[in-house]
């Protein structure tokens, strides 16, 4: 079964574009289709399928180093909505390892760091995670409260982090934290660290295929060389997180507290639905000479409770 194709995207695509999609479908429909149902219904992830899912290239494929497919972006968007379309925790699965844990490692770290954990998360060999979000904070970098301490030739952790795709098995783990002088770093945990515990999150719904965790730092000690010397500042730990999430986020949040934490608006499915409605017309409109561009923006007026 193809998807409708309103705009003829198909024709824009790259031959590795569409054989990354197609490569991705039939893994999807042959091997995880047969999974998804009694893995739902236990909450449980298929393990085997990560090392699958590494041999196909699926983790960061967009980077060109290390094993990776050196694909487009374009290619990793249809990667992406190829494995979500078995289910979110699959897709998970993938911006975990590869969006998150790899990418982190791979634009922070050094080259002997690349060599040291690379090679086995981008071959699912071994499982990543990457621990930003805090019980009290959410994902807000500016209110983190776990901190790392250096001691001699190692940093000390103490915190804790909440809602972490695969924390509780990874056997790297991209930690953000504080240092002494309250800039936000990252540092990679790894199997076993002493004062490291975790705890998978049970009963959940969504994202059920998917094993989400809190752990705790107490007293963690890692190396310092553990330490990803180029992430340093509030940006890092939410690099690559597009502006789109929190334009999402305030226009579902309560206007009156203005936290992000309030109710969702009643009329921000309106608005949604409205932007949706018009998004045909406009990107039609957008035109580059003589090539149509509306397969890559969709351009949506400013909401009227915004102005």
């Known amino acids: 079964m193809t998807s409708l194709d309103y705009y003829a995207s198909e024709d824009l695509l790259a031959d590795d574009e569409r054989a990354a999609r197609d490569r991705t479908r039939r893994f999807v429909q042959e091997e995880v289709m047969p999974e998804v149902v009694p893995c739902h219904r236990a909450?449980?992830?298929?393990?085997?399928?990560?090392?699958?899912?590494?041999?196909?290239?699926?983790?960061?494929?967009?980077?060109k180093e290390h094993g990776c497919a050196g694909l487009s972006y374009?290619?990793?968007?249809?990667?992406?909505?190829?494995l979500e379309r078995a289910d979110s925790g699959l897709r998970s699965e993938a911006s975990v390892q590869g969006a998150l844990a790899i990418y982190a490692i791979h634009s922070f770290g050094t080259p002997e760091q690349h060599a040291r954990w690379l090679p086995g998360l981008v071959s699912g060999e071994r499982a990543g995670c990457f621990a930003l979000t805090e019980h009290g904070h959410g994902s807000d970098p500016s209110g983190m409260e776990t901190r790392a301490k250096r001691v001699g030739d190692h940093y000390v952790l103490n915190g804790s982090k909440c809602w972490i795709g695969n924390a509780s098995i990874a056997e790297v783990k991209v930690v953000w934290a504080k240092d002494e002088d309250g800039r936000v770093g990252g540092f990679v945990v790894e199997k076993d660290a002493?004062?490291?515990?975790?705890?998978?999150?049970?009963?959940?719904?969504?994202?059920r295929m998917s094993r989400t965790s809190?752990?705790?730092?107490?007293?963690?000690?890692?190396?310092?060389e553990n330490r990803l010397p180029?992430?340093?500042?509030?940006?890092?730990?939410l690099d690559g997180a597009g502006d789109y999430e929190g334009a999402i986020t305030r226009l579902a949040s309560d206007p009156h507290d203005g936290s992000g934490?309030?109710?969702?608006?009643?009329?921000?499915?309106?608005?949604?639905?409205?932007?949706?409605?018009?998004?045909?017309?406009?990107?039609?409109?957008?035109r580059h000479p003589g090539r149509r561009r509306h397969?890559?923006?969709?351009?949506?007026?400013?909401?009227?409770?915004?102005?």
């Open 43 to 63: 909450a449980k992830f298929p393990e085997h399928l990560r090392t699958r899912m590494g041999a196909l290239r699926l983790f960061a494929p967009y980077l």
């Open 230 to 237: 180029k992430a340093s500042g509030l940006k890092i730990g």
């Open 295 to 307: 397969h890559r923006y969709l351009f949506c007026h400013p909401s009227p409770h915004e102005s």
């Open 261 to 286: 934490q309030g109710a969702p608006r009643a009329d921000f499915f309106g608005e949604a639905q409205q932007c949706l409605d018009g998004a045909p017309v406009r990107a039609e409109s957008a």
């Open 74 to 82: 374009t290619a990793y968007g249809l990667i992406m909505q190829e």
């Open 214 to 224: 809190e752990c705790w730092f107490e007293n963690c000690r890692i190396p310092a």
């Open 194 to 207: 002493p004062g490291f515990r975790a705890q998978d999150i049970e009963g959940k719904f969504s994202l």
